[in-house]
């Protein structure tokens, strides 16, 4: 008995590892081809926008306990340094914020409901969705928040599900402000369809809602057009970059909410949308990283590109109108 097994995980490996090579072909690591990524982005703008869980911190069996390493928040933050960053993420905003504890990136939470964006003329989505307010540092900023009208349908669906999912055992609920997640990872397997029928049940007196499926999690949010992709195109608008043809959105994201944000970047038709995976999945990424280390190399590579490329840049510079003689040198060391 043990034999034929062995034989069959063998093969179930072989045939996972073959069909995972063959999809990055189609959607190559963001770390192989990084130096050609770059070569695109020469000259160009890039802003980057990070989904948190699965793509900033690994997916954990407790949702509350999804911290970042130290690594990653030391690269998050060198990459504010460099570039305008922003989180989009299907949490609070205050609870992504809580995890990333940075003060110079972006956050956009319920995927992508509810933004604080910089005061600046904001010019894109309906102005009755934008409040300014002050925020914990002093700061003025602008709050887009579209589904506000839904909050208080949102509090009696959170209640009703609260009550209704109480005799699933492991069932793990999550106000997101703006949506909600059912967790059902702990949750039996014989228990399932009965929670997906609560789920159901309860969304059926709230037309005005949709749920849909993450990792281990239904997701529960007003049916309306806005996405994470919306919240990129809104940030790239307030952040000034609306019109530039300069601009390359950078998107790395895990989840199928992420592929709002893909899509997005493909519809602009420049930049870089990068799907975190370790197997094969249908995906509007272009690009591909297999776990949040490799975002987190990524993301330090990319810190050192820019670095690299300013001083080179500053040397150009530095040589244009001033030391002919040195001017000479230039090619030289661009080419080492
Ligand atoms: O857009 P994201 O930042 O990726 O948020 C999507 C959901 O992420 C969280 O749930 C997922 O991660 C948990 C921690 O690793 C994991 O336990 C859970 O099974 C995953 O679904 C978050 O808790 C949800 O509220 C977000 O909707």
């Known amino acids: 008995m043990g034999v034929p097994q062995n034989i069959s995980a063998t093969e179930d490996e072989n045939s996972v590892s073959v069909s995972y090579n063959s999809w990055l072909l189609k959607h190559p690591s963001a770390l192989y081809t990084f130096e050609h990524m770059m070569s695109i982005a020469k000259g160009k703008k890039i802003v980057v926008f990070l989904d948190y869980d699965g793509t900033l911190s690994n997916i954990v069996d407790n949702p509350e306990k999804a911290f970042m390493t130290n690594e990653m928040q030391k ?21 992504v914020y809580g995890f990333v504890n940075l003060d110079t990136v972006y956050y956009a939470g319920s995927h992508g409901l509810d933004i604080a964006a910089p005061l600046q003329s904001p010019n894109y989505g309906d102005p009755k969705h934008q409040t300014r307010v002050v925020d914990g540092k002093g700061n003025e900023v602008v709050l887009f928040q579209p ?135 249908d995906t509007m990424a272009l690009h591909s990283l297999c776990n949040p280390l490799e975002v987190n190399e990524f993301l330090i590579r990319l810190v050192k590109w820019r670095k690299n490329s300013a001083s080179g840049k500053y040397f150009c510079q530095n040589l244009e109108g001033k030391i002919r003689k040195e001017r000479q040198i230039v090619p030289v060391n661009f080419a080492k």
């Open 75 to 95: 690269a998050v933050s060198e990459v504010a340094r460099y570039f305008s960053t922003a989180i989009i993420s299907g949490r609070g905003r205050d609870k």
């Open 147 to 281: 589904a506000k009208k839904y909050l208080p349908a949102i509090q009696k669906i959170f209640s009703a599900l609260s009550e209704k999912t109480r005799s699933i055992r492991g069932v793990m609920l999550e106000h997101n402000k703006f949506c909600i997640s059912v967790h059902f990872r702990h949750v039996r397997d014989e228990d399932f369809f009965t929670l997906e029928k609560m789920v159901n049940s309860v969304l059926g007196e709230y037309k005005e809602f949709r749920v849909s499926k993450g990792k281990m999690v239904f997701e529960i949010r007003p049916d309306m057009e806005w996405d994470k992709g919306h919240a990129l195109n809104y940030l790239l608008d307030t952040l000034g970059y609306g019109s530039s043809s300069d601009v390359l959105p950078l998107y790395i994201g895990d989840d199928r909410t992420d592929e709002d944000a893909f899509k997005a970047i493909r519809n602009r038709g420049k930049g870089f949308p990068i799907v975190v995976s370790s197997t094969p999945k």
